[in-house]
């Protein structure tokens, strides 16, 4: 199961991750002589990453909670697939973050995807499609720190749709999108015709 395709993913999110590809080696290349010539390179390996990073592009979430739908979910990163696809937590009672894009909390688009419509039991995002315009939304980060937002709108898109929207914002606003899918399964494809989405905005 996936929730959107390689051509569906905006161009942006391929350029942040390159950038970023590049920057890791620039920082791996100047700290190589020091991690050889330790005896303790698990220790320099920290601090590698400590002195490439702010403390903000560190946090990550790692709970997500919607009340109204009993949800309260351990959140795993996700990245793109080898077809180009966002892709899914290992476990489907988990959700999954998409780690390319924006921390929930911090400005632009952050979007969480989850699993529904196993017939093996319940999932991740099974009552997604219950939550209703001002329903809350809650994602503890890797600090402790918890973040609040409230439903806007939800969206149901095909699943080869154009949704750039669903990954970019650029008027300054910090935003969380739950994804999941719906519609009729495709035995072929292994997927679902449709893919909802939650738009959430976070509140103060």
């Known amino acids: 199961m996936k929730y959107f395709s390689k051509k569906q993913l905006p161009v942006s999110l391929y350029v942040i991750f390159v ?33 490439s990073f702010s403390s903000e592009e560190k946090r990550t979430p790692v709970r997500l909670k919607i009340p109204s739908i009993q949800v309260d979910l351990i959140v795993e990163n996700v990245g793109l697939t080898s077809g180009g696809a966002m892709g899914v937590p290992k476990d489907p009672q988990n959700v999954g973050w998409f780690s390319l894009g924006v921390s929930p909390g911090n ?5 969480i995807g989850g699993h529904s419509g196993y017939k093996t039991g319940v ?17 503890e980060d890797n600090t402790g720190e918890s973040v609040a937002f409230t439903v806007r709108k939800s969206r149901v898109y095909d699943a080869e749709a154009n949704a750039p929207e669903v990954f970019e914002s650029y008027d300054g606003g ?31």
């Open 174 to 204: 910090i935003y969380l999108n739950l994804v999941t899918c719906v519609g009729i399964w495709e035995e072929t494809k292994k997927s679902y015709t449709k893919r909802l989405v939650v738009f959430t905005d976070k509140i103060d």
């Open 107 to 111: 400005k632009g688009s952050a979007v």
């Open 123 to 139: 999932v991740a995002f099974d009552d997604l499609e219950k939550l209703q315009i001002g329903d809350m939304v809650y994602v």
């Open 19 to 51: 950038f970023s590809l590049l920057l890791f080696l620039f920082a791996t290349s100047s700290f190589n002589k020091k991690l050889v010539s330790s005896n303790s390179l698990e220790s320099d390996a920290v601090d590698v990453t400590t002195n």
